[in-house]
């Protein structure tokens, strides 16, 4: 597993991260095979909580891979803080500005190299007011257009319960129960080749949200509504991948 080859500061933060994970969640894993096979993955979670990226790296962890998260260039900057990040093999992303390229080269790369890349394509926190997805920005698409590596949805309920984005409430109890469920690959083949323009990334990303939708509803139960799209902005018709074709 790529795990066994951590470096120091990576096991470091395994020994605090993962205790505390452990203590505090009552965990429900399923899917974990779908990142087990080698080569570089975009894993793609819906985004309920501030507590998701703890959530889904226990649970990439004990997949067998060694998560690597987006963030923001500025944090790398940080004195001590941001070397830990980069020692973490964790990767910095330059946003609206003409470094923005560099950072779609360090995915890539962390690809090329047999990385596990987490990408929340919501770009955050869901605004549904009864959390479910909403329409995703495209860059996970982008990403996998150019390097047509798998993207491996993750579907995610339980953190909210950790922390709740609609009222900023923390709670401490132990052994809250979280359900993370990964699944097959987004079938992307259609797109295999084609030129990046917004119409094609957009319909992958649509692709991409509407499995994490629907992986969602078998998790919670319900009927999944349209992909929610904030007050204000123009969206294109909410519809099914195998009705796009």
């Known amino acids: 597993m790529t795990r066994r080859r951590l470096g120091f500061w990576q096991r470091f933060a395994v020994v605090l991260v993962k205790p ?10 399923r899917g974990t095979e779908h ?24 649970f990439v962890y004990d997949s067998g891979r060694w998560p690597q998260f987006l963030g923001k260039a500025s944090v790398f900057r940080v004195p001590v803080i941001g070397w830990i990040l980069h020692r973490c093999r964790q990767i910095p992303v330059e946003r609206g500005t003409v470094d923005a390229v560099k950072s779609l080269d360090k995915l890539v790369a962390a690809l090329d190299a047999g990385g596990a890349v987490v990408i929340y394509p919501e770009g955050t ?23 047509g590596a798998p993207v491996v949805p993750v579907a995610m309920w339980g953190p909210e319960k950790i922390f709740d ?5 923390l709670s401490l109890r ?20 084609a030129t990046p323009t917004r119409a094609t990334l957009e319909e992958m990303t649509d ?18 509504p349209p992909l929610w799209e904030r007050p204000g902005r123009i969206r294109p018709t909410d519809q099914r991948p195998e009705a796009a074709a």
């Open 20 to 29: 505390v994970m452990t203590v505090w969640t009552r965990r429900t894993w």
């Open 35 to 58: 990142l087990r096979e080698p080569g570089g993955v975009i894993i793609v979670p819906n985004h309920l909580s501030h507590a998701d990226p703890l959530v889904s790296a226990h």
């Open 125 to 147: 926190t869901t605004r549904h007011p009864d959390m479910w997805p909403m329409k995703g920005k495209t860059g996970a698409a982008r990403l996998a257009l150019a390097t």
């Open 165 to 169: 984005p609609r009222t900023n409430r």
């Open 174 to 193: 132990p052994r809250i129960p979280v359900t993370v469920v990964a699944g097959p690959p987004v079938d992307l083949s259609r797109w295999a080749g």
């Open 207 to 224: 692709a991409i949200m509407l499995r994490l939708r629907d992986m969602l509803a078998e998790i919670r139960g319900g009927t999944p």
